[in-house]
């Protein structure tokens, strides 16, 4: 209740200061438009005394706050532009045009990468000599500080979080168009911790920001292939590309991938049934794995962006999935004899299309929309044999989705800045019985997101973020029906607190829907006596956040997180019928995260960055009782340059975990070292790396899964070790013809001081 008082006493005082007496306007280039960091510096007119100063924000706004109303001397000055200077008085000035400075652009060094931080974003405002050295999107990100690339799975690394999302404009797009889109085309890189609107569920997201006028067509493929050193070999194959081309008022653009994946696995169990052993496999033997699992998918995207007028674009686009997803578990006594064999065969298309608006209304106020509808076919064979009999379970699912998003963004002033919206879905899973079409589940889903946030900078180096979600929610699955509503509050911090010191506090929702699997009556064998069920009664989760970083550019950060959730979904085993049926129920948890991180650039040639955490956490069910759990880990990479055409790159990563569960527990640990090479070939154009997985022994790498209650106890454990040993290969090529206006490039010609 405090936090809120302090925000609200913050927020009057700041409407209060919005009536003081101020210069305001607003920078742009010949092209109209903003310039970012523009050097805006208020003097005496008689005798060009320094009064007060600031630079515009991500607008291209300023205001300079004054005690009188008389005449001053306003000086605008930036690096590749002409300096401007003009008399005012308090007031709105408009805006301000800075000519670009040819002579002095020809003379400029660029150096480095100027960013920008709020209660909100994390700007990265590029420079040519990072997007030169550059061919592909993953190469930029790289070379960002606080963002990493593993070269191995192409997974974006930021602090705690691996494979971070990244979007197109604020849109989603194919993955292989983001990592391989031309670093020529990116104006500028946006960070999102918790975003709100249609993609408030993921904690963190990328967003390229493209410029308007780049013309030209850039093209990118890629393959990558993995196999294990030890009999059966695991492997993978994939291979896609991407196209992108750009005129005066089109963009097309379209990706696809196909990928095959084969993986084995060593995997037993054990189960005690009224306090007799009641089946119980050989020990699992990472040289001769029991399991296997083969995936083959595909997934295709194509797109068009049109622009009807300056500043207002209309977007089509279409995404297309699907795959053959196949696994065999095969388990013998121990005494070597055939005890068991449980199969899976999932066949699965999942086809998206969405309409989506974007209009600058004017220069302060943003509009954008969208319309999308998501069509998902799932059909499965579940087949379980033992010695005493056989089950098998065909059956299909399907769901239906429309979503709707409007959301507004105005900038009011120089210190306010407001953003609402509203999201809609309806949302229909079904499940068939395949041989006889018989309807075996059905839920149906209504969903209302009205959110609304309002920014705050109060001062040049504090910035606070207010808002929150309203959300209802009705849900029928054919037995019961209601209504819930929820309230999520958010509210965000930024202090500047020293030119090498920031603290920035978020506290925030995010909310989980369960899936149509999770959802589902449809019941199968696991194996003699086991059974799984979905529970129809599932409710969504809120899980509630608090996070402080305290960040020491260059030296560490430190991050403390705490989260809680009335209703985390979690395992739940009863006993039904002389059968034990596992489930999922609601439970209150609790997770505590202390963690440090840091990116470090020596040498110019050697670069180093790490996160290091501990976790503890608890969960609570019906009996009150807190289990408690914990995990530890380290995520460290390096990268050397040996030569200008040769980079040596070694990555470790170590985890702990002890998981709590309402009835046992789960233990888990890994351990990967990865050593590799990569070489950008053909003029940079040419991306290969060659990577391995060098087996360790710091830990034991075996898991296990304990579940306790009456009458049963189940225990399982796998064998990590399996694929430790591995050898990928990586190829990427981009190549392609285009370029942006210079004109209306503002941030090309910026050195950082």
Request: glycine share 6%; charged share 20%; aromatic share 14%.
């Amino acid at each position: 209740m405090k936090i809120y008082v302090v925000f609200l006493m913050l927020c009057f005082g700041t409407f209060g200061q919005l009536y003081a007496q101020s210069i305001r306007g607003r920078v742009i280039d010949n092209e109209n438009n903003p310039i970012v960091g523009v050097n805006c510096v208020l003097m005496e007119q008689s005798d060009s005394t320094y009064i007060i100063g600031t630079t515009t924000n991500l607008e291209g706004c300023f205001e300079l706050k004054v005690n009188e109303d008389r005449e001053y001397m306003l000086q605008l000055s930036f690096i590749g532009f002409e300096k401007i200077s003009r008399v005012c008085r308090p007031g709105n000035i408009g805006d301000l045009i800075l000519n670009v400075n040819t002579e002095l652009l020809e003379e400029i060094v660029v150096k480095g990468d100027p960013k920008h931080k709020d209660a909100i974003t994390e700007t990265f405002f590029l420079t040519d000599s990072l997007r030169n050295n550059s061919k592909n999107s993953l190469q930029l990100l790289d070379k960002l500080p606080g963002i990493s690339v593993d070269w191995a799975s192409d997974a974006v690394k930021i602090g705690e979080y691996r494979d971070v999302p990244i979007m197109l404009n604020g849109r989603e797009v194919g993955k292989e168009l983001v990592q391989n889109l031309n670093p020529q085309r990116i104006k500028k890189i946006e960070l999102l911790r918790f975003p709100k609107g249609k993609y408030g569920d993921m904690p963190i997201v990328l967003n390229y920001i493209t410029y308007d006028n780049y013309l030209g067509y850039d093209l990118g493929v890629q393959s990558k292939g993995l196999v294990s050193f030890r009999t059966p070999n695991s492997h993978s194959e994939n291979i896609g590309a991407n196209f992108i081309y750009t005129l005066d008022k089109w963009n097309i653009y379209s990706d696809f991938n196909v990928s095959y994946k084969k993986m084995y696995s060593a995997t037993s169990y054990s189960y005690l049934y009224k306090n007799e052993v009641a089946e119980a496999t050989a020990m699992e033997d990472f040289r001769h794995p029991n399991n296997n699992n083969t995936n083959k998918s595909f997934n295709v995207s194509l797109g068009a962006d049109y622009k009807i007028a300056t500043k207002h674009t209309i977007s089509i686009q279409s995404w297309l999935d699907g795959g053959k997803y196949d696994s065999f578990e095969s388990y013998q006594t121990p005494e070597n004899m055939l005890l068991s064999e449980n199969s899976n065969n999932y066949r699965n298309i999942n086809s998206t299309s969405g309409l989506f608006y974007r209009g600058d209304i004017t220069d302060r106020f943003i509009i954008t929309s969208d319309l999308t509808y998501n069509y998902y076919n799932v059909n499965e064979n579940r087949a379980y044999e033992n010695v005493d009999k056989l089950t098998q379970l065909d059956y299909s699912g399907r769901k239906d989705y429309w979503r709707y998003n409007a959301n507004a963004y105005n900038i009011w002033n120089n210190i306010l800045t407001s953003n609402v919206g509203y999201t809609y879905t309806d949302k229909s899973y079904i499940n068939k019985d395949t041989n006889t079409d018989k309807e075996l589940f059905r839920s149906l889903e209504k969903r209302h997101d009205i959110y609304a946030s309002l920014m705050i900078n109060p001062h040049q180096k504090v910035s606070l973020a207010i808002g929150g979600n309203v959300l209802f929610v009705h849900r029928d699955n054919g037995i019961n029906s209601d209504n819930r509503y929820s309230w999520m509050p958010s509210a965000k911090l930024h202090w500047q607190a020293l030119n090498k010191l920031s603290v920035t506090g978020n506290y925030f929702c995010n909310i989980e829907y369960p899936n149509l699997d999770q959802l589902s009556t449809v019941t199968y064998n696991k194996n003699k006596i086991l059974m799984y069920r979905g529970n129809p009664d599932l409710k969504e989760r809120v899980m509630h956040y608090m996070e402080w970083r305290i960040n020491v550019p260059k030296i560490i950060e430190f991050t403390y997180m705490l989260k809680h959730s009335a209703n985390d979904i979690t395992p739940w085993y009863f006993m039904e019928n002389d059968y034990v049926v596992e489930t999922l129920v609601g439970s209150k948890y609790l997770h505590q995260y202390i963690g440090l991180s840091g990116d470090y650039n020596i040498c110019q040639k050697f670069q180093v960055n790490f996160t290091a955490n501990y976790q503890w956490y608890g969960r609570q069910g019906s009996d009150n009782i807190w289990h408690r759990g914990r995990t530890w880990y380290l995520d460290a990479m390096a990268t050397y340059q040996m030569t200008s055409h040769l980079y040596f790159m070694a990555a470790y990563f170590l985890r702990h975990d002890k998981h709590p569960l309402l009835q046992g527990e789960e233990y888990g640990q890994e351990e990967t070292l990865m050593l590799g090479l990569m070489s950008p070939l053909c003029k940079g154009k040419l991306s290969l790396s060659v990577n391995f997985a060098i087996p360790t022994s710091l830990v034991s790498k075996r898991t296990y899964k304990d579940i306790t209650i009456p009458d049963f106890k189940f225990t399982s454990w796998e064998d990590q070790r399996v694929n430790n040993a591995l050898m990928q290969i990586s190829l990427r090529y981009n190549f392609g013809k285009g370029s942006a206006s210079r004109s209306n490039n503002q941030n090309r010609s910026e050195s950082e001081k």
